[in-house]
């Protein structure tokens, strides 16, 4: 598991569990500041590989992703640019989110992006497809948010105009995603899509 710690500012620690009653904690991966680190579900070529977003020790008013890989959890390099951002709802910064769902035809990554508007941050998220076997290659980047803050609570909260995708399950044999998002820094919801319909977007829309 991955979670933002603190270590003379906001850095990735990791952590593991056999049986969720005891965790142990390895050193954190990458020096400070960073955050947004997500674990690939499976080793690639031999290596763990993780994304994450360098930032600063504020409110970060920038930031694109990169990919590191490690032999044991411990030892961090050979990163790897993955994403920039771009204009419109992502023009500002953008993170990965849920760990990425491995099909077919790529690593389907929902991510967030972040635009600066008169009301300050709006967070939204998106998706885009990386290649199996160099998740650093983007082979589709969806040129439209899936989800932006529109009703109340997603607007109105502790961090106000917020989506953020937090974690996804996904059944395969139904190809029905469901997509847990914090709204407004505030609750968790639950949006659910179609695996088909999802690549469809991401492909017909890309950017790339």
Do not use: E, K
């Given at each position: 598991m991955t979670c933002c710690n603190g270590y003379h500012g906001p850095t990735i620690g990791i952590g593991y569990t056999f049986d969720f009653e005891k965790f142990q904690f390895l050193e954190n991966t990458l020096l400070p500041f960073n955050c947004n680190g997500v674990l690939l579900p499976r080793k690639i070529n031999g290596k763990y590989l993780?994304?994450?977003?360098p930032s600063d020790n504020g409110h970060t008013a920038f930031g694109d992703f990169y990919l590191s890989q490690?032999?044991?959890?411990?030892?961090w390099g050979e990163h790897r640019f993955?994403?920039?951002v771009k204009g419109g709802w992502q023009s500002t910064k953008?993170?990965?989110g849920p760990i990425p769902i491995e099909t077919p035809e790529g690593?389907?990554?929902?991510?967030?992006?972040?635009?600066?508007?008169?009301?300050?941050?709006v967070y939204s998220f998106g998706a885009s497809l990386l290649d199996l076997e160099q998740p650093w290659k983007v082979l589709?980047?969806?040129?439209s948010y899936l989800l932006s803050?529109?009703?109340?609570y997603e607007c109105i909260g502790d961090v106000p105009n917020v989506v953020f995708p937090c974690s996804t399950l996904y059944d395969q044999p139904t190809g029905r995603i469901a997509i847990y998002y914090g709204e407004?820094?505030?609750?968790?919801?639950?949006?659910?899509?179609k695996m088909n319909e999802v690549l469809e977007f991401v492909k017909s829309t890309s950017e790339l």
């Open positions: 993780m994304l994450s977003r490690s032999p044991d959890l411990i030892h993955v994403m920039g953008i993170g990965a690593w389907l990554l929902f991510y967030h992006g972040v635009l600066t508007s008169c009301n300050g941050f589709y980047l969806g040129g803050p529109q009703t109340y407004a820094d505030t609750v968790t919801a639950l949006a659910f899509a």
